[in-house]
């Protein structure tokens, strides 16, 4: 029986994406991870991947791009400026199957990784991230992460552009979008505190 060859540098890649993905939801800090010859190899990755002219790795690129946003809070311009519409590309997946949508989910929380005091050209994400929500209100193909980490990569270009802001708050009804996760919050919070009464009962009793 054949065995299949594990490819070390997509597996490395597969498990960085893992522990950024953990950090970002825990609000965990690395510190001087920029500082660390992984990083350096990450940054080496995203470069010489995007120069290529032939035979580009787009899956490798978009890993590389992924796991280097998750893991840094601090970020070099130019190698942001090849991240964004690069994993814009990869959220704009429209397959159902669920690991399309993971695949998604990841992406657009690795962008929401980048903080408000990073300016991004407008032109390289607006119409991205305005057809992925639009088409999100129409089909609902995000997951809640997803979705939220989508408002939030936008929402933190706000300050630069005072003509975005309105153009959100009028095309993407943000006040409405606002509503329902407030809506759903106190839903959850409400379960939560439902299920620990419950709890404090059985103890009770």
């Known amino acids: 029986m054949k065995r299949k060859r594990i490819n070390v540098e997509n597996a490395c890649l597969q498990l960085l994406k893992h522990i950024g993905h953990f950090k970002v939801l825990k609000c965990v800090l690395i510190h001087d991870f920029a500082e660390c010859t992984l990083n350096g190899r990450l940054e080496t990755m995203i470069s010489e991947e995007e120069e290529k002219k032939e035979e580009k790795d787009e899956r490798l690129l978009v890993d590389a791009c992924e796991s280097y946003l998750l893991l840094n809070d601090r970020f070099n311009t130019y190698l942001v400026l090849i991240c964004v519409p690069c994993l814009l590309k990869a959220a704009s997946n429209k397959e159902e199957s669920e690991e399309a949508q993971k695949e998604v989910e990841m992406a657009l929380l690795a962008l929401s990784n980048i903080h408000e005091r990073f300016e991004i050209p407008e032109e390289l994400f607006f119409d991205e991230i305005k057809e992925i929500v639009e088409y999100h209100h ?29 153009a959100v708050a009028n095309e993407r009804h943000f006040a409405k979008a606002t509503g329902r996760e407030l809506e759903e919050l106190a ?17 009770f009793f």
Do not use: G, I, P
């Open 187 to 203: 839903k959850c919070v409400d379960w939560q505190a439902k299920r620990r009464k419950r709890k404090e009962k059985k103890t």
């Open 138 to 166: 129409e089909h609902h193909n995000l997951t809640h992460l997803a979705y939220v980490s989508a408002w939030k990569f936008e929402m933190r270009r706000l300050r630069f552009n005072e003509n975005l802001y309105d």
